[in-house]
């Protein structure tokens, strides 16, 4: 650990700008390189500076999985969004109808005709024309409309129909696919389902239905994308951070993906009054619990592992007898799951090489729809 940092207030979500810098840049040159649009997903960082960085960089603009997700990056100057949720009470919309007018532009996602009709009628009484995607179900039953029949008369009835939104595309998120470990088997589930896709959008081209926008893909997805060109947007958002759960996946190549660990959680031993172990101030409140447990990078022997001790604690464990953690040392981690540990911290500590260099604010953290 450089003894520049060993002042910061511990536990500590930090990022290390060279490397998040050149994750940035790396996923803008894929995309640029297939003439692909890159639309980064903010959830993963909820924070106008970074968001800005990726439009600096290229990218269209970006997605937010909340309306009020998107009210905070429209305030920090962001002016190209799109809600991936459907906004679908009455008060969502009107927010969403304000939020158009003042942002140059605001695409909502809608997967139901009820939803559509409800949209169109309070974009009606605001005299504004709403832009509006349809969500297409992949398969993981979480929002979207079904592929066929339900999703043609869907799209059909959002052109003819509801004169006061403007129909762009489609979404189409496998979200359940980006974690599969094995690259082969990646692929071969994800082609299928972009093979399904390719056909849904020929029927609806057949049908008399144009999409300026395809939208989805992630960060488990986007060498498959980029190759089969199903998609006009690429949606990927944890490359630019990456962590245990994207670090343990195949790439093409059969190694790791080719973006580093960017995001870290420092944190510090408080107690060493055991063999084999050391206490630290992070414990569950300090990572996202939902898979696994931090990675150790710095501050302790390869040999150690984390492991939780409770809300507020963790522990370091070793085998060796002549291993010792003292008092004060400081630790850092690569989360395990790094769009919701994001959410437990107010600010993010930039370093680059051992100095403090800035503090960015999370400032779509907490945002409700």
């Known amino acids: 650990m450089n003894d520049g940092l060993r002042l910061l207030q511990t536990p500590a979500l930090v990022v290390d700008l060279s490397r998040l810098n050149a994750n940035l840049d790396r996923m803008q040159s894929l995309c640029d390189r297939h003439q692909h649009t890159l639309r980064p997903h903010s959830k993963t960082h909820k924070c106008v500076a970074i968001a800005r960085l990726q439009v600096d960089r290229g990218a269209v603009g970006i997605c937010c999985a909340k309306l009020g997700e998107a009210e905070a990056m429209s305030r920090g100057g962001l002016e190209n969004i799109l809600v991936t949720s459907p906004v679908v009470t009455d008060e969502g919309i009107r927010r969403a109808i304000s939020l158009h007018r003042t942002t140059r532009e605001l695409i909502l996602t809608v997967d139901s005709s009820i939803v559509a009709k409800r949209t169109n009628e309070l974009a009606e009484a605001a005299q504004t024309k709403v832009d509006v995607i349809m969500d297409i179900d992949p398969g993981m039953h979480r929002t979207g409309i079904q592929l066929g029949t339900e999703g043609l008369n869907l799209a059909k009835s959002l052109v ?205 953290r907490g945002c409700s729809q």
């Open 160 to 364: 003819q129909d509801c004169h006061y939104l403007k129909f762009r595309g489609i979404q189409f998120y496998s979200g359940d696919l980006m974690h599969v470990r094995s690259y082969t088997e990646r692929r071969e589930r994800y082609s299928e389902r972009n093979a399904q896709l390719k056909r849904f959008l020929h029927d609806l081209r057949e049908s008399g239905v144009e999409c300026e926008i395809v939208t989805g893909g992630g960060t488990g997805s986007y060498e498959i994308d980029l190759e089969l060109n199903v998609m006009t947007e690429l949606q990927a958002g944890s490359y630019a951070f990456m962590d245990r759960q994207y670090l343990e996946i195949e790439s093409r190549s059969g190694i790791e993906l080719e973006f580093d660990p960017s995001l870290f959680v420092f944190t510090t031993v408080i107690s060493s009054n055991h063999t084999h172990m050391a206490t630290t101030d992070a414990g569950l409140k300090s990572f996202a619990t939902d898979d696994k447990t931090p990675l150790i990078v710095d501050g302790a022997p390869d040999e150690c592992h984390y492991a939780f001790m409770g809300d507020e604690h963790g522990a370091v464990h070793w085998k060796s007898d002549d291993y010792q953690l003292n008092v004060g040392s400081m630790i850092s981690t690569v989360v395990p799951h790094c769009d919701p540990t994001i959410n437990l911290y107010n600010e993010i500590h930039v370093v680059a090489g051992n100095k403090l260099v800035d503090i960015w604010p999370i400032g779509a």
